[in-house]
């Protein structure tokens, strides 16, 4: 048997096989329907909603009402992309359907109530998530419950519901809450600091550690604080010393380290909290307070000089302050916030103000850091960078869209000026010199051989050729109405895309002018800030400055 | 302690608090402004829904139609990282995964991992994974597949199999028929 021979057969046919694919055939791939929910499952993990509504969208329309597991992606999908309520009615088919999607729609339907302040609903919701969810699910539907409750002013219920719940992130999350409530309305701390107490270890159980480490960080400053209020100023050190100083939440670790140590007149240790403090930008909180803190702290242990110093110093700080604060506010005035400062940034996501150890350092992003602490500036950051992505996606398909119409016009002009012979004319004795090789080696392989079972898939190969150059001119005539169809749908899409990116603009320009205001009221409340830092410092060193003088007099009527 | 430890972490929670702040900031019925954004990322998707048929039906003719998918089997303790795919020797693509990406193909997720064309005929495909298996141990390993491309589509999965018995996980490759 000669095996070149046979390779070259193999080789021959990949050729005409190859030639019988006409361009731009309109049927596309069909996929499974049992892999459609499992494709549209990984699309919204990777974050494209779009994508996975083309995986549970397409193809024909189902005859059967679509399964459970499909309605809970598809209701996520829409949730995504802003279709709230076509997403609440597939959740609530989903609820009442099969046990095991059951929890996860409940869970998303209890969040959509709470966002539409409907808190009763809301309760319903999560209680069915709780009762019918996996662990996960669980979880956050009792800290949902336990938020619900806590909102509400029933502080023992809300406590009952965390009891209940698994140590980890969210029962963490719920009982640092809790506390927060506590230390606002008892004037004894003793119960914020049993929550935190708990918090902390079920903090510990998450088992997500960076998650862990950060959730840790703020239960420990919140603990110190109120410690140091209670009197319990060892305590407070206790819980302040574990304070990690990379953390955004350090100045203010550290000033109230520096009180506690002040407290219990270790001012030498105070003094090195504070000083420590004053390294961090003044928009930290605790900041500006460790710069007073500073000259008070020499005052109290009567070195008079040091403590007119550090109060000239930190004049200078918040004068040059005031000055920063005034050049970004122009900056916002002048380009808008978002570029001004989102942009300054370098990342685009929501989070984008966390991303680097800069925002420790540099002054202006350190006021972006604390202006996002609010979580309405972070809903108008959101919108600004949700249509700023949405916008470069459209010029991106606007692009794909004028590069399709190019070539598909170029394939359409070469089909029309074809003038050669029939490609069924030229193909056919192609297809037939192949069979004659085949019969040929067909002879001469030993029946059950390796290469008579090769030559059996060749005869396949071949007359599936056979059988698609049959119709191949009839295929060949049908491809610039073909082309010409395509051509006029991506015309079409080109249109949509402009109108959508037209939309895309007016809505972005709203959102930015509604940020800008924002960003220029909170620097305003800065500025505010500074100022009285400012005023505060300028009569502490007044007051220096008059109990020198007096000293003076005092000492020189006695000398006299 | 790496600073990218400290930034994930912080990262980490205040998403999570962003999520609820934000759950519970919203008011009862959305401003005009989020409502006219949510119906106009309706309507993108609507659009980007139809541009992906679109697309599919220009670039990749059913006839040459190739398509390889990408799935996990078993329960060990591998933690897929990062896969390479190559098609007749040719580097077709790569992917890295994120922990919720991965976390979806744990649950049955399933990835279309190359979509491209390839002329009827024989074909090599090979595919290189990289992980964490047991004890924190890196794993990279190949498989090397041979196809046969016939006429109309062509659709395979590759299913990654974690088995808790075996030393590292393997690949096999099914057609979807």
């Known amino acids: 048997m000669n095996r070149e021979a046979m390779q070259r057969l193999f080789a021959a046919l990949a050729i005409i096989t190859g030639l019988i694919i006409l361009p731009a055939m309109t049927v596309f791939a069909e996929v499974p329907e049992n892999q459609r929910s499992s494709l549209a499952r990984f699309a919204l993990a990777s974050g494209e909603p779009a994508r996975a509504l083309y995986w549970l969208e397409r193809g024909d329309e189902p005859t059967d009402a679509p399964s459970d597991k499909t309605l809970l992606f598809l209701g996520k999908a829409w949730l995504m992309t802003g279709q709230s309520e076509r997403a609440r009615s597939a959740f609530e088919q989903v609820s009442a359907g099969d046990r095991a999607y059951r929890g996860e729609a409940s869970l998303h339907l209890a969040r959509l109530a709470m966002a539409r302040g409907e808190p009763a609903d809301a309760v319903d919701w999560a209680v069915l998530a709780a009762s019918s969810g996996n662990d996960h699910i669980r979880e956050q539907a009792l800290f949902l419950q336990a938020e619900l409750a806590r909102q509400a002013g029933r502080h023992d219920q809300a406590g009952r519901i965390l009891g209940d719940m698994e140590g980890g992130y969210w029962s963490a999350l719920g009982y640092l809450n809790l506390a927060a409530d506590y230390a606002r309305i008892d004037r004894d701390p003793s119960r914020a600091l049993i929550a935190l107490r708990v918090a902390q270890a079920m903090a510990s159980e998450d088992l997500d550690r960076n998650r862990m480490k950060d959730l840790s960080m703020r239960i420990l400053v919140k603990a110190g604080v109120l410690s140091y209020r209670r009197g319990d100023y060892d305590k407070a050190l206790g819980f302040l010393n574990k304070v990690s100083l990379d953390h955004y939440l350090a100045p203010q670790a550290l000033y109230f380290h520096g009180l506690a140590h002040a407290a219990n007149d270790n001012y030498r240790a105070a003094m090195q909290s504070w000083h420590r403090a004053r390294k961090f930008p003044l928009a930290f909180p605790g900041t500006t307070d460790a710069w007073l803190g500073m000259g008070r702290g020499y005052d109290e242990t009567g070195f008079l000089g040091q403590a007119g110093e550090a109060y000239l110093a930190a004049i200078s700080a918040f004068e040059g302050e005031g000055v920063s604060l005034d050049t970004l506010e122009l900056k916002i005035e002048s380009r808008g916030a978002y570029d001004a400062l989102v942009k300054a940034a370098r990342r685009d996501d929501v989070e984008w103000f966390l991303a680097d150890s800069r925002t420790l350092t540099q002054p202006r992003i350190a006021y972006l850091l604390h202006f996002m602490e609010q979580p309405e500036a972070q809903q108008a950051v959101k919108r600004v960078s949700d249509l700023e992505k949405m916008e470069i996606a459209l010029i991106g398909r606007e692009q794909d869209l004028s590069v399709f119409l190019v070539s598909l016009q170029e394939r359409a002009r070469q089909a029309e000026d074809y003038s050669g012979p029939r490609p069924s004319d030229l193909i056919k004795p192609e297809v037939e010199s192949l069979a004659e090789r085949w019969r040929t080696l067909s002879e001469a392989a030993t029946p059950g051989s390796p290469e008579a079972r090769e030559l059996a898939e060749l005869k396949r190969i071949l007359n599936d050729a056979n059988r698609r150059s049959g119709n191949f001119d009839k295929r060949l005539e049908a491809v610039p109405a073909s082309l010409a169809q395509l051509s006029d749908r991506v015309t079409t899409a080109q249109e949509e895309v402009r109108q959508l990116k037209d939309r895309v603009r007016t809505l972005r320009s709203r959102a930015e002018q509604s940020l800008d205001e924002m960003a220029l009221a909170f620097l305003g409340k800065e500025k505010q800030r500074i100022a009285r830092s400012l005023d505060r410092t300028q009569q502490q060193i007044a007051h220096l400055y008059e109990h020198l003088a007096l000293t003076g007099l005092k000492r020189e009527a006695a000398d006299e | ?177």
Do not use: C
């Open chain 2, 1 to 177: 302690m790496s600073d990218a430890y400290i930034l994930e972490a912080r990262i980490a929670v205040r998403s999570a608090f962003l999520a609820v702040l934000v759950s519970f900031v919203a008011p009862a019925n959305a401003d005009a402004l989020d409502q006219e954004i949510d119906q106009l990322k309706a309507d993108v998707a609507t659009m980007n829904r139809s541009l992906f048929e679109l697309e599919e039906k220009i670039l990749h003719p059913a006839d040459t139609q190739f398509s390889v998918y990408l799935s996990l089997a078993g329960s060990g303790d591998f933690i897929l990282d990062s896969i390479e795919l190559s098609l007749n020797d040719q580097p077709a693509v790569s992917y890295l995964y994120t922990d919720q990406e991965r976390q979806a193909l744990e649950q049955g997720g399933v990835q279309r991992l190359y979509l491209g064309n390839l002329p009827a005929g024989e074909h090599q495909v090979s595919a290189t994974f990289n992980g964490q298996g047991s004890n924190a141990r890196y794993i990279r390993n190949q498989a090397d597949f041979t196809i046969r491309k016939d006429q109309g589509e062509t659709q395979v999965q590759l299913v990654l199999e974690a088995n808790p018995q075996a030393d590292r996980p393997e690949l096999t490759l099914k057609e979807w028929q």
